[in-house]
């Protein structure tokens, strides 16, 4: 089955730099790749996501890139805010009916 | 607010109780999950329902009991629980179980759950 990978487990980054979480995944078939955002005393939400059909989506300061030959993804935070401070998951499955795989998340926390 | 609801956010049992975890969604959707979260390690499905069909059971004890009366509510019953099930428990739910839609998860906040 599906195993995901996901590093670092914790990290810190001044306010205004960038912020990168890498993800690998072992299945090729996988073909859907979501990140999830998880706020202090909220469930998981889902703030980007990228299908294996493009190697680049962007939304505003938020960005993932997705190599398929090598199996790994990315999310990107530019201009980091305080309240990007949370703990994010990456996430991978094959549009069939097998269950998302998450990763087991990275803590960031961005210092004002 | 994410459209499914949990109740409740905390609970606190012994090992000995029976106590019961509910979400509701009002979303429209067809499909919901039950996942165990644990400090340090992957989210962990735990079962799916399909148009109330349970779809999965990954492996799941018994002292974990799913039932999903309709599409919109869907309850976690626990039984003789022991200390290492203290975890966060999640309940979400997507359109369906298969195709783009499958992916599409949303998740309530979730039930803290300490067995003492």
């Known amino acids: 089955g599906e195993n995901v990978e996901q590093h670092p487990s914790t990290l810190s980054v001044q306010e205004g730099d960038s912020a990168v979480i890498k993800c690998t995944y072992s299945d090729s078939a996988s073909n859907y790749f979501p990140w999830y955002k998880q706020e202090l005393g909220k469930g998981p939400q889902l703030i980007i996501d990228i299908r294996s059909n493009v190697g680049e989506k962007k939304d505003q300061r938020i960005a993932v890139t997705l190599n398929k030959t090598a199996k790994h993804f990315s999310l990107h935070i530019t201009e980091t805010q305080p309240e990007d401070s949370a703990v994010y998951f990456c996430a991978a499955s094959f549009t069939g009916n097998t269950p998302l795989v998450f990763g087991k998340g990275t803590r960031l926390s961005v210092i004002a | 607010e994410t459209g499914v609801t949990q109740t409740p956010r905390h609970l606190v049992m012994g090992m000995t109780n029976k106590k019961s975890l509910k979400c509701e969604q009002h979303l429209g959707h067809n499909a919901m999950y039950w996942y165990k979260q644990s400090a340090k390690k992957p989210l962990e499905l735990m079962f799916v329902y399909n148009f109330k069909e349970q779809t999965e059971n990954n492996s799941v004890p018994s002292r974990f009991s799913p039932e999903c009366p309709n599409s919109s509510h869907l309850f976690l019953h626990l039984h003789t629980l022991q200390p290492e099930d203290s975890a966060l428990y999640l309940c979400?739910?997507?359109?369906?179980?298969?195709?783009?839609?499958?992916?599409?998860?949303?998740f309530g906040a979730g039930t803290r759950l300490s067995v003492l």
């Open positions: 979400a739910s997507s359109p369906s179980t298969s195709g783009r839609a499958k992916n599409i998860q949303y």
